[in-house]
């Protein structure tokens, strides 16, 4: 006998906009009746969602490489489940895939606008972290943005995050001759020495162009990767080396600030010292999707990359997952368990 399809699925909605930080209030709780399944379609029984800092700039009213969340509908972002119906014939029941409808409990989504997730390579919130966006973006965004070579010295900011761990894993596992990461507690910093950064620092502790300094040493950093701004990169400016690279991923010092930021005062010395800042997208790099794909597999398997997962239950709990990942509350991936 078939299980009852729900006819209903409780979501978030954006209530208001957020003036700097997010508040609870900024957020609903709403059920709402699921759309009959059109030809092509799936309906898809979530399992976790991702909540991004990307997410932020979305919740303004402002024109930017992703659309604005409309207010009073369903937010949505990243989110793996299992396909409990279809009229796709690209999926069956049971399938299991990621999509982009998260922020609600169960999904109708166009079969052509998911990725299916491939059995029994690694829990399937995997596919939202290490083995989805955050460790394409790790990826692209050092060997192909920043140019990474063996040999170089890297400095990661936000390194005890999703994206930022990953890249510091990478660096080591493709000859970095010192990887240094940048956190922002005690804790996050020993969890970054035990996945093998070779130096890392608390930025709470002192300036961080000094802590930098005295982690790089004479010789400076080759690469920076920049999930931060603000005096970060500032600090990274004065540090790198002549040729040196910038890969501009983030910059979630600034996300909740209402007053314009003041650009790195030191910017000018990227003229005489040569060096390249890259910002980019995640996006822009999925033709590196399948060369990521086997290599994470292969680092994962083998343990030369680890993951960390933050997990929050309830989707009733997502705002304040979201409002926490703000604050810096995660170590690796934050997600929200749904089922």
Known sequence: MSAVLPKRTREIQLASRPQGRPVQENFRLAETNLPELQDGQILVRNEFMSVDPYM????????SYSAPFRLDAALDGGAVGEVIASRSDAHKVGDVVVHQLGWREFSVVDAARTTPVPAGLAPSSAFLGAL??????????????????????????????????????????????????????????????????????????????????????????????????????????SVLTVGGRVAMCGAI???????????????????????????????????????????????????????????????????????????????????????
């Open 56 to 63: 932020r700039g979305r919740m303004n009213d402002a024109k």
């Open 253 to 339: 010092s600034q996300y909740n600030s209402t007053e314009p930021t003041a650009a790195p005062r030191n910017l000018a010395v990227a003229i005489g010292k040569q060096l390249t800042l890259r910002g980019f997208l995640v996006g822009g790099q999925r033709q590196h999707a399948a060369e990521f794909a086997g290599k994470m597999a292969g680092w994962l398997a083998d343990g030369t990359v680890r993951y960390d997962e933050t997990i929050v239950d309830g989707l009733e709990n997502a705002p304040q997952a979201f409002i926490d990942l703000l604050d810096g509350a995660n170590t690796g991936k934050m997600l929200v368990r749904l089922h």
């Open 132 to 237: 989805g966006m955050t460790g394409l973006t790790a990826y692209a965004g050092l060997l192909k943005v920043a140019e990474f070579k063996a040999g170089d010295v890297v400095f990661v900011s936000g390194a005890a995050g999703a994206v930022g761990s990953i890249v510091g894993q990478v660096a080591k596992a493709m000859g970095a001759s010192k990887v240094i990461g940048s956190a922002g507690s005690p804790e996050k910093v020993a969890r970054l020495l035990e996945l093998g950064f070779d130096a890392a620092f608390d930025y709470h502790d002192g300036p961080v162009v000094k802590q930098l300094r005295e982690a790089a040493g004479e010789r400076g950093i080759d690469v920076y990767f920049d999930n931060v701004g603000g005096e970060h990169l500032e600090a990274a400016l």
